[in-house]
């Protein structure tokens, strides 16, 4: 195994907690839906809140770097990989209970969020039909603020816990700052679990928005590419679309390396097999820069770039 900076904490980490299911040098491309990324130093599996809050507490008092690895659908990962701690959401933070008669929903952050969209659905929650089709966890989901036109996950986030290095805490909706793509958790939180409430749910419409649902997701799986990827790279600017406007600079089809601007749909960068993190970068760069050239619009990365990029 290579030596590293965190290698001796960790070793402490394994020593100290052997409850802790622990795996070294782990390859991240395979926990990613872009297929890239290199190795992290360790991943640490953490099955309920006081789990997270002991780690997040030896890595702050041990100066080990940590991230939270949910699904792996909207990450660049670097070649290089990832220092320190890479952690993952197990067992109990998969639950997903429904209650009040179908109008809340107690969820964690490790359950799937397809799997959330399907119970929604089930139940009659009109905004389950805008998450339909997006990978990745629960967590990941919340973050994001995950969903389309048609219904984004916050809407219907009553309170959401989150464990931190200084213990549990939470915050009711309007504390999570959901907006376009993004929320306002702060970075040192991991969410752990959400409470979700619809009372406008009819379980009776259920079959019409199941079939809403899924004609809007064939309608996108013509419009989206096949290929590996994270879905949309940037997000879309106000008033208009990353995708018309990296097509416009003429940079669909465009490749570096096994990477390439899509040519069915020009704001997702797809891993034609092979691809590096930096080809993705590199072909990204010169997207932005075009962009910028040519209509003076300033593209923001949708997609989280996570590892050191300088090597
Ligand atoms: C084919 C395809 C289609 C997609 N379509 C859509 C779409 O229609 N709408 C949409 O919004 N997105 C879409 N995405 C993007 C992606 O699926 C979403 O952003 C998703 O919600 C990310 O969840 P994840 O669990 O995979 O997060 P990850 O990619 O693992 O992580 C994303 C970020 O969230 C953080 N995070 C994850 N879990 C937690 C947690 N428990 N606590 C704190 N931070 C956490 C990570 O640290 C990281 O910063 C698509 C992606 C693909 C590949």
Redesign the pocket.
């Known amino acids: 195994m290579r030596p590293g900076p965190y290698d001796d904490a960790i070793a402490d980490l394994e020593d100290a907690r052997p409850d802790l299911a622990i795996a070294r040098d782990v390859l991240l491309a395979r926990y990613?839906?872009?297929g890239i990324g290199g190795p992290a130093d360790a991943m640490v599996f953490a099955h309920d809140d006081d789990q997270l809050v002991e780690v997040l507490k030896f890595c702050r008092d041990r100066g080990v770097p940590w991230?939270?690895?949910?699904?792996?659908?909207?990450?660049l990962i670097a070649d290089a990989g990832v220092r320190g701690v890479v952690l993952r959401?197990a067992g109990d933070l998969a639950r997903i209970d429904v209650l009040d008669d179908g109008a809340a929903i107690a969820v964690g952050?490790?359950a799937k969020?397809p799997k959330l969209t399907r119970v929604a659905l089930d139940l009659g929650w009109p905004s389950a039909v805008?998450?339909m089709?997006?990978?990745?966890?629960?967590?990941?989901?919340?973050?994001?603020?995950?969903?389309?036109r048609d219904g984004?996950?916050g809407e219907v986030v009553e309170r959401v816990q989150?464990a931190t290095a200084d213990g549990v805490v939470s915050v009711d909706h309007a504390g999570c700052g959901f907006v376009y793509?993004n929320s306002a958790?702060p970075a040192g939180?991991?969410?752990?679990r959400a409470d979700l409430r619809c009372d406008s749910h009819r379980t009776e419409e259920a079959p019409e928005l199941s079939r809403r649902a899924k004609m809007l997701l064939q309608k996108?799986h013509q419009s989206?590419p096949k290929q590996?990827?994270?879905?949309?790279l940037f997000k879309n600017p106000p008033g208009d679309f990353a995708g018309r406007l990296i097509e416009a600079a003429g940079l669909k089809g465009a490749q570096e390396g096994q990477a390439a601007i899509s040519d069915v749909h020009a704001n997702?960068v797809v891993n034609l097999g092979g691809a590096r993190a930096a080809d993705v970068l590199a072909l990204a760069t010169r997207a932005a820069r075009e962009v910028k050239a040519q209509f003076g619009v300033d593209l923001e990365w949708?997609?989280?770039r996570?590892g050191d990029f300088s090597a």
């Open positions: 990613t839906t872009f991230f939270l690895l949910g699904g792996g659908s909207n990450l959401l952050a490790g969020f805008g998450w089709g997006t990978p990745g966890q629960v967590g990941g989901a919340l973050k994001m603020n995950a969903g389309t984004e996950v989150a793509r958790f939180w991991v969410l752990t996108r989206q590996r990827s994270a879905g949309s997702f949708e997609v989280k996570v």
